[in-house]
């Protein structure tokens, strides 16, 4: 996410604002847009929406801007994706960021936060190298974080956002 | 007093406490544990974690007309109180009725037989050297590999199941894994290779593995180079490991009667008697076949291991069961209520899940195929409900009936009835996987073994990797 639509600004500050009630005074915390996740084994970064680290963040060679142990990474879809449909024949896999941040031995929750409509897909990972997903839309549902025991209710990751606004 | 002795004198009054209490509800049980493991990781040949542990602890859980009481513990002061907790917690909540599907009690003693080494007889040193040098040997295998991990654990374990039926059931087993991973680099492409495998026989099965080692290390490097396959439907050829992790991830989830009961979509789609596959497909789950990281003898309700007929001739005929959901679904409980440790509560958990082997000579699977896609192992996978993707390990084209070239990327994606629906042909040979650890409600890594022939399957979704670029 670069260029951040209001929509985009509005869904990031409510995450930030309930994970960090959440996870305030916990062993978890949460880090906002702009820190460097850094993947030894492909030489590069990335820069999620947010991010929850469990205890001490881990730097690659002591470098503070280079994050190495995420536990739960937020990603706010930048545009329209194609839905997720249970008839279609593949999962979803609509960022290279997901992609690429899979090999963190640290992540186990990896959440994509639409911002057209009420709908977050949690991908957990079940086994070393094997996801699960769940999908929650509608602002009536909501998500259960797989590990942090975050409750957020949609109501609150999309208020004041308005679903008229054009991407 | 040692553990041993612990749990030992324990024996009497954990019976003792069951008397007293078992009255109070509909169903008492109290299960404790002893364990002793070894954990060594080691990344780029650097050892992260280089550990021994020994733990114990229990779990009471009652139930009362159908409401459930838990608690857990770690020392051994704290199991009356927690009795009297998990008895008071059921009484509060329950409301119904208790379904608990009946199973004659037992006591008895039971050892899963080793057929070598005790992995707890050797050294923390001689299991780092032999992590050492399997890290030697991945990052070995060219100058291109960027980094490395071994991952060593075994674990001994003494289960001491008691209940107000009159169950005593004292329960141990050995079991160990080894993870092997290598990352090649060669500018902005990187690929993986991965082996995994376990043991609950013998720590020499975790020895001289060197090939199977080095393997993962040069499928890594060898994708560098190679073309990604082209996305489309292809007709697929998989091996006996991918197979175990279809019947295992894509199909025996599903299988799971409490995931079927509290989803009444699911259960729909579950009714026994429906169709699945060729009339060829057979299907089971069970952990009395002895010698897999599935296997034991009684499961954590103190149900007998069975082995359960999932499909027979491609018609679904059973599920697996936990003693409620049995009860719940009026049908026979196999055995299959495990959970990961103490701190955890007993789920419908596979054991060992295999399709068996069918009579198509494994080279006549390729006949025919014009244009199709031979996939071995397995990278990573993913799953929601009925869908799968699982990347393949290593992969070739078919071409008019023969393997062509070697191809990276290739995931294979699909809804798990239509699949099996699609099975064309079952190969005459026949694998065990022992590298399976499960995950499920938070209790992950529960040992579970796999197996399966290769597979002919029609019209797979295989995706190349349209590698997104750098946001």
């Known amino acids: 996410m670069s260029d951040s639509s209001v929509n985009q600004g509005r869904i990031l500050r409510n995450l930030m604002r309930l994970m960090d009630v959440t996870c305030g005074r916990s062993l978890y915390e949460v880090l906002p847009r702009g820190v460097q996740v850094w993947l030894p084994e492909q030489g590069k970064g990335v820069y999620p929406d947010l991010l929850v680290v469990a205890g001490e963040p881990l730097l690659h060679d002591g470098q503070d801007d280079k994050l190495l142990n995420p536990c739960v990474i937020f990603e706010i879809l930048s545009g329209p994706t194609p839905s997720y449909n249970p008839e279609a024949s593949t999962l979803p896999d609509s960022s290279g960021m997901f992609r690429r941040c899979r090999a963190i031995p640290y992540l186990q929750t990896y959440l994509f936060v639409h911002q057209t409509e009420a709908r977050v897909e949690q991908f957990y990972r079940a086994e070393e190298n094997l996801w699960g997903m769940t999908t929650q839309s509608g602002l009536d549902s909501v998500v259960e974080l797989a590990i942090t025991d975050a409750r957020l209710p949609m109501m609150d990751i999309y208020e004041r956002v308005d679903f008229s606004l054009l991407v | ?471």
Request: charged share 25%; hydrophobic share 40%; glycine share 10%.
């Open chain 2, 1 to 471: 007093m040692d553990m041993v002795e612990a749990i030992d004198q324990a024996k009497t009054w954990v019976q003792e406490l069951c008397d007293r209490w078992g009255p109070r509800v509909d169903y008492l049980a109290i299960r404790l544990e002893q364990s002793e493991g070894t954990d060594i990781f080691l990344r780029g040949g650097q050892a992260e974690t280089l550990s021994e542990a020994i733990a114990i602890g229990g779990h009471v859980r009652a139930c009362y007309r159908g409401g459930w009481g838990f608690a857990s513990f770690n020392d051994l002061e704290s199991l009356a109180p927690c009795v009297e907790a998990a008895v008071a917690a059921a009484r509060l909540v329950g409301h119904d009725e208790t379904l608990l599907a009946p199973v004659d009690p037992i006591q008895i003693t039971r050892q899963l037989p080793l057929t070598g080494t005790n992995p707890r007889q050797i050294s923390l040193a001689r299991k780092k050297a032999l992590c050492n040098h399997y890290a030697d040997l991945l990052q070995g295998i060219d100058h291109r590999i960027a980094t490395t991990s071994v991952r060593y654990n075994d674990v001994a374990q003494r289960v001491l199941l008691a209940t107000s039926e009159g169950t005593l059931i004292d329960q141990a087993w050995s079991d160990m894994e080894m993870r092997f991973a290598a990352t090649a680099r060669d500018g902005d492409t990187v690929q993986t290779g991965r082996e995994t495998t376990g043991s609950r026989k013998a720590y020499e099965d975790l020895e001289n593995l060197d090939d199977q080692v080095m393997g993962a290390a040069q499928r890594a490097v060898a994708a560098l180079d190679l073309p990604s396959v082209r996305g489309a439907a292809y007709d697929v050829v998989i091996d006996p490991i991918l197979t175990g992790l279809f019947v295992h991830e894509a199909f025996g989830h599903l299988s799971e009667a409490d995931m079927a009961y509290e989803n009444p979509d699911l259960l729909e789609s579950m009714s026994l008697g429906r169709r699945f596959g060729p009339d060829s497909l057979q299907i089971f789950d069970g952990a009395a076949p002895q010698g897999h990281r599935g296997s034991y003898f009684y499961d954590d309700e103190g149900t007998p291991a069975t082995t359960t007929q999932l499909i027979e001739n491609g018609v679904l005929v059973g599920r697996l069961h936990s003693r409620e959901t049995a009860g719940k679904l009026g049908e026979q409980p196999t055995g299959n209520a495990r959970c990961l440790n103490y701190h955890y509560s007993p789920l419908v958990r596979m054991t060992n899940t295999w399709i068996e082997r069918g009579t198509t000579p494994v080279d006549d699977l390729f006949a025919d195929i014009k244009e199709g896609v031979y996939a071995r192992n397995w990278l990573e996978g993913m799953t929601n409900g009925e869908m799968f993707t699982f990347t393949a390990g290593e992969a070739w084209m078919i071409r008019n009936g023969k393997l062509a070239e070697p191809v990276r990327d290739v995931t294979l994606s699909g809804n798990v009835f239509r699949t099996l629906a699609d099975i064309e042909a079952i190969g005459d040979d026949f694998y065990w996987d022992e590298s399976g650890g499960c995950g499920k409600g938070g209790q992950n890594g529960l040992p579970v073994g796999c197996g399966g022939p290769s597979l002919r399957i029609r019209n797979v979704v295989v995706g190349g990797e349209a590698e997104a670029e750098y946001e």
